[in-house]
């Protein structure tokens, strides 16, 4: 059996409410070592993570000819966006640049605060249906 979830953007919004809090893990220790000498900032790579969310997401809205939904189980489409989350970016230089990592922060804050919101809104959703209610 399909699972339900998979029809919907949830799996998407996990993965970036997932992406952005591990974003602002690496974000935060560039912050704690500001004052680091010789230390390279890190960052996690905002546009391969988009690059492999938006092609997991077509993946599941397009599947390849004889493709059989009793497969999707099998299957899981967010690996991809997961890889890229595991792939560190160092930047040259000694230097980081504080207002940066600020403005990064609140940036992330922003992706993560959007797709948990848009994720309790599905979740209602299915309650109100579930529910029979509105």
Same mark, same amino acid.
Do not use: C, W
């Given at each position: 059996?399909?699972? /339900?979830?998979?029809?919907?953007?949830? #799996?998407?919004?996990?993965?970036?409410?997932?992406?952005?809090?591990?974003?602002?893990?690496?974000?935060?220790?560039?912050?704690?070592?500001?004052?680091? #000498?010789?230390?390279?900032?890190?960052?996690?790579?905002?546009?391969?993570?988009?690059?492999?969310?938006?092609?997991?997401?077509?993946?599941?809205?397009?599947?390849? #000819?004889?493709?059989?939904?009793?497969?999707?189980?099998?299957?899981?489409?967010?690996?991809? #966006?997961?890889?890229?989350?595991?792939?560190?970016?160092?930047?040259?230089?000694?230097?980081?640049?504080?207002?940066?990592?600020?403005?990064? /922060?609140?940036?992330?804050?922003?992706?993560?605060?959007?797709?948990?919101?848009?994720?309790?809104?599905?979740?209602?959703?299915?309650?109100?249906?579930?529910?029979?209610?509105?």
């Amino acid at each position: 059996m399909l699972n /339900i979830f998979n029809q919907t953007t949830l #799996p998407a919004l996990e993965q970036s409410a997932i992406f952005a809090q591990r974003r602002h893990n690496v974000l935060a220790g560039n912050m704690a070592n500001i004052d680091t #000498p010789g230390y390279q900032a890190r960052d996690l790579s905002t546009e391969e993570f988009e690059t492999a969310l938006a092609e997991a997401i077509e993946a599941t809205r397009n599947p390849s #000819p004889g493709y059989n939904l009793g497969d999707a189980a099998d299957v899981d489409p967010m690996d991809g #966006p997961r890889r890229a989350m595991e792939n560190l970016l160092y930047h040259d230089g000694s230097e980081i640049n504080l207002e940066r990592q600020v403005t990064e /922060i609140a940036k992330n804050q922003n992706l993560h605060n959007t797709a948990i919101a848009l994720m309790k809104s599905q979740f209602e959703t299915l309650r109100v249906a579930i529910s029979e209610r509105v």
